[in-house]
C-alpha cells in the first residue's frame, strides 16, 4: 500500500480498490518494469489492491517531522561518534567500535555521497508517532513512487508524495557528477537486497550514469583509499592479487558508492579490513556514512540522557523506549521487541515464536509499545543541502533489473513465431498493449490460474526482444535427458497431487509444456537473478522460459484454473561446493518456504499429496526440506521419485532439518554455503538488508 496526497480532508483512508483486472496489471508492472520481485509471501499478497490517502495538511506535517527527526538523528550520532562508551551502550559491534575509534586518533570519516533515512510513523489513538528509523539500509523506494504512481491512477486526484529514488540519485549526481561510474553495494544470495540495488541501479543509469552491482569485497582501493572496480559494469569484477589495485590494468575508478549493506554485516567481509575505508579513512564518498551505524541503534533512545542537548522531536514521536529487562513483555503483548541491529521485532505476552526476538546484538535488546504501520523518508545530498520530502511506503521491499548484458531475448526467425504479437498487439492485463516481457509472464503465469501469485518474475524481468547473445547451453546431465523422455514424466494428473520439480539448471522447465498437456499447471519458483559470469546459470533457464513459451501457451489452454500445481526450481540454486571465483556475480539462491503456498491452501484446493521429483534418489535438499515438512505436519503426503532411476514415486518421511522453524531460519539456512571469500551468500549475513 502506499499513501499519496491530496488537498482534501486531512484523513487518512483506503481508496477505491481496483478492478481484478486492473490490479492484475499493477501487479505486473511492479513485477517487471518497477522490481518487486517478492509480491506474494506465502498465502500473502504483499501488494493491497487500493491506495491509502492521506491529506495535504496531514502529509506536510508529518513531512516536517521527518525533516524535524533527521536533523536530531544527524546531530545524535556526531556526538555518539565522540563517545566510545555510548557506542558500546546502544550495542555497536566491537569491530565497528574499533573502526569509529580511529577518528579519535586523526581519520577522518569518510565523505558522504548521499544520505537517506526512512521513518516508520504508525497512526495510533494519539496520533502519529514513529517506532524507528532505519538509518543504514532503507529499503521501499518503488513501492514510494513506482506502486503510488500506479495507484493513484484509480483515485482521481491524488497522486505521490514524492520519489525517494530520484531524489537519492540526483544527491549522487550532484556529488559525483554526470557519466561517473557508481558501484552498489549488496549481500549476494538475498533477492530482497538485490532488487533494491537493480532498481537504483536502472534509475542512476536513466540519470546519465552508471551502475554495477558488488559485494563488498569485490571493491580494490588505491594506496590513497580510492574506490576501484574492475572494468566497465558489463564486464566481470576480478581483483587481483594486489588488492590495491595501484597499477593494475582494467581497475577503473568509482565516483561513488550506495552501500546497501547493513553496517553490521561488513566485519565478516574477507580480506583484511579494507571494509572500514566505506566508513572511515575513504576517499571516495559513500551512501549512508559512518554515522548511519549510530541512527540504526534500537537501543539510542537509551542514551537520549546522556547528551548535552536535548531531542525533543524524537521524544514527542517515538513511544516508551526500555532496557529488555526493564520490559513487562512476558506479560503484556503492548511492547514489542527489537534487537539493537536488525530488521525484525517480536510481540510480548509469550506471543509463540515472536518470543525469539528477545535475542539482540551483543547480547543487548530493546523494547518499545507496539502500534501500526507507516513510513516516510528524509533524504540530503552530501553537501548536507535541503532535505527532499520524499515518497511514504506501506508495504513491503524493492527488486529490480541486472545491469548490464546477459538479458535473454528471443532470437532472431523466432520472434515472430515463438511469441506473436509481443509488443505489437495482445491487450494487457491493465487495458495496454503487451509488450515482450508481459506476455512471456502471461503464458507462464497467466491471469486465470490459482497459482500465478507464486510465479516468480525475476527472470521474466531480464527477458528483451532483440536477439540475445549465445550464452551456450547448459549440461544438465542425465537428469535433462530423463525429463525429455515421456517415461520420465510422473504421469497423468490426478486432481489431488501437486508436483515439486527439483532439477538442475533448465531441466524443470524443459518438461513444463508435457507436465502441462498431463494437466499440470507449471510454477516456475526461479529467484536467482541473470548476470555476467553467474556463479548458477540461470541465463540458460530464462533462454528455455522464452523457447517454451508458446508451447506453455497452446498447452495451458486445456488447463483449468485449478489445475494442481507442478512447482519448478534449480537444484543448482545454492551453487557449486567450495569457494567461487572473485569475479563472478554471485546469484546463488536458496528456496524458502514462503516461496510456496501454505498446506492450508494446497489442502483447500484439494491437494493431499506432494510428489518431489529430482534427478537423484535421496533426501531432499536441506533448504527445500523446511518447506516440505510444514506439509508433512499438515497432514499432506510426501512422496519421492529419481528420473534418472526411473523408478516409481514411493513415501518418504522428512527428517527434521536442524533450525526448523526458527525465527532465523532464513539466516541460517545459508550457513549449508561455504563462505564466499567476499561476502557472498553463504556467509554470515542476517536477515536481508532492505528494512
Known amino acids: 500500500m502506499s499513501i499519496a496526497v491530496t488537498n482534501g480532508t486531512d484523513v487518512v483512508r483506503a481508496g477505491p480498490a481496483m478492478a481484478p483486472r486492473a490490479f492484475a496489471g499493477v501487479r505486473r508492472r511492479m513485477a517487471l518494469d518497477g522490481c518487486k520481485w517478492d509480491p506474494q509471501v506465502g498465502d500473502v499478497r504483499v501488494i493491497a489492491p487500493f491506495p491509502l490517502l492521506l491529506g495535504r495538511g496531514e502529509w506536510d506535517s508529518l513531512a516536517r517531522t521527518a525533516e524535524a527527526l533527521y536533523a536530531e538523528t544527524v546531530r545524535v550520532e556526531a ?3 565522540a563517545r566510545p562508551d555510548l557506542q558500546k551502550r546502544i550495542g555497536v559491534p566491537r569491530a565497528l567500535r574499533r573502526v569509529l575509534a580511529r577518528l579519535g586518533e586523526g581519520a577522518e570519516v569518510t565523505p558522504t555521497a548521499a544520505r537517506v533515512m526512512r521513518f516508520d510513523f504508525h497512526p495510533t489513538p494519539d496520533g502519529w508517532r514513529a517506532s524507528e528509523v532505519n538509518a543504514d539500509v532503507p529499503g521501499g523506494y518503488a513501492e514510494a513512487w513506482e506502486l503510488a504512481r500506479l495507484l493513484a491512477d484509480a483515485s482521481p486526484g491524488y497522486g505521490p508524495a514524492g520519489d525517494p529514488a530520484g531524489a537519492l540519485v540526483e544527491g549522487i549526481a550532484r556529488r559525483a557528477g554526470d557519466g561517473a561510474l557508481v558501484a552498489l553495494l549488496w549481500a549476494p544470495g538475498y533477492m530482497e537486497d538485490l532488487q533494491v540495488v537493480s532498481y537504483l541501479a536502472r534509475r542512476i543509469e536513466e540519470r546519465g550514469m552508471r551502475a554495477v552491482r558488488v559485494a563488498p569485497g569485490q571493491l580494490g582501493w588505491t594506496a590513497d583509499a580510492r574506490a576501484l572496480v574492475r572494468g566497465s559494469p558489463d ?7 594486489d588488492s590495491t589495485g595501484v597499477g593494475v590494468e582494467g581497475f577503473e575508478p568509482v565516483s561513488a558508492v550506495v552501500r546497501f549493506f547493513q553496517s553490521e554485516w561488513l566485519p565478516g567481509v574477507r580480506g583484511g579490513d579494507n571494509w572500514a575505508r566505506l566508513l572511515v579513512g575513504g576517499r571516495t564518498p559513500v551512501a549512508n556514512p559512518a ?29 516508551e523506549t526500555r532496557e529488555l529487562r526493564d520490559a513487562p513483555w512476558r506479560t503484556d503483548d503492548g511492547w514489542v521487541i527489537k534487537a539493537a541491529y536488525g530488521n525484525k521485532g517480536g510481540r510480548g505476552g509469550g506471543a509463540g515464536d515472536h518470543a525469539a526476538g528477545r535475542v539482540a546484538a551483543g547480547g543487548v535488546g530493546s523494547a518499545a509499545p507496539a502500534r501500526a504501520v507507516g513510513g516516510a523518508a528524509a533524504v540530503r ?6 532535505a527532499h520530502r520524499a515518497g511514504v511506503s506501506m508495504c513491503g521491499r524493492v527488486r529490480g533489473r541486472r545491469v548490464g548484458g546477459g538479458g535473454v531475448r528471443a532470437s532472431h ?20 498493449r503487451m509488450s515482450f516481457r508481459d506476455e512471456l509472464f502471461e503464458m507462464w503465469a497467466p491471469a486465470e490460474s490459482v497459482w500465478s501469485d507464486w510465479a516468480k518474475p ?18 544438465t546431465g542425465s537428469a535433462g535427458n530423463a525429463v525429455r523422455d515421456p517415461q520420465g ?19 524443470g522447465a524443459r518438461t513444463a509444456p508435457e507436465l502441462a498437456r498431463d494437466g499440470y499447471r507449471p510454477v516456475p519458483l526461479y529467484n536467482g537473478a541473470p548476470g555476467e559470469a553467474e556463479v548458477v546459470t540461470v541465463t540458460a533457464i530464462l533462454r528455455a522460459l522464452v523457447e517454451l513459451g508458446p508451447a506453455m501457451r497452446e498447452a495451458a489452454r486445456r488447463l483449468a484454473a485449478d489445475a494442481p500445481p507442478a512447482f519448478l526450481l534449480d537444484a543448482r540454486r545454492r551453487g557449486p561446493a567450495g569457494e567461487v571465483d572473485a569475479g563472478a556475480f554471485d546469484n546463488r539462491s536458496i528456496s524458502l518456504p514462503t516461496d510456496f503456498p501454505s498446506a492450508a491452501t494446497l489442502r483447500g484446493r484439494g491437494i493431499g499429496r506432494v510428489v518431489l521429483v529430482q534427478a537423484e534418489a535421496g533426501s531432499p535438499q536441506v533448504d527445500l526440506a523446511h518447506t516440505l515438512l510444514r506439509y508433512q505436519e499438515a497432514g499432506i503426503e510426501i512422496w519421492a521419485r529419481s528420473v534418472v532411476a526411473g523408478d516409481e514415486a514411493r513415501a518418504i518421511t522428512v527428517a527434521r532439518p536442524r533450525w526448523y522453524r526458527s525465527m532465523f531460519q ?23 538488508s532492505g528494512g
Do not use: N, Y
Open 79 to 81: 556526538a555518539v561518534m
Open 235 to 241: 564486464s566481470r569484477l576480478r581483483l587481483e592479487s
Open 291 to 319: 554515522g548511519a551505524i549510530i541512527g540504526e541503534s534500537k537501543r539510542l533512545p537509551l542514551v537520549w540522557d546522556d547528551l548535552p542537548f536535548d531531542v525533543p522531536a524524537w521524544r514527542a514521536a517515538l513511544p
Open 381 to 386: 545530498d552530501g553537501g548536507g543541502g535541503v
Open 413 to 432: 526467425g523466432q520472434g515472430d513465431d515463438r511469441l506473436r504479437g509481443v509488443g505489437r498487439g495482445g491487450a494487457g492485463a491493465g487495458g495496454g
Open 458 to 475: 525475476v527472470l521474466f524481468a531480464h527477458a528483451t526482444e532483440d536477439r540475445f547473445e549465445q550464452a551456450g547451453a547448459e549440461d
Open 489 to 507: 514424466a510422473p504421469g497423468r494428473a490426478d486432481g489431488r497431487t501437486a508436483l515439486v520439480l527439483d532439477l538442475p539448471g533448465e531441466a
Open 666 to 688: 532464513r539466516f541460517l539456512a545459508t550457513l549449508g554455503l561455504r563462505r564466499h571469500p567476499l561476502g557472498g551468500f553463504g556467509g554470515v549475513l542476517g536477515e536481508g
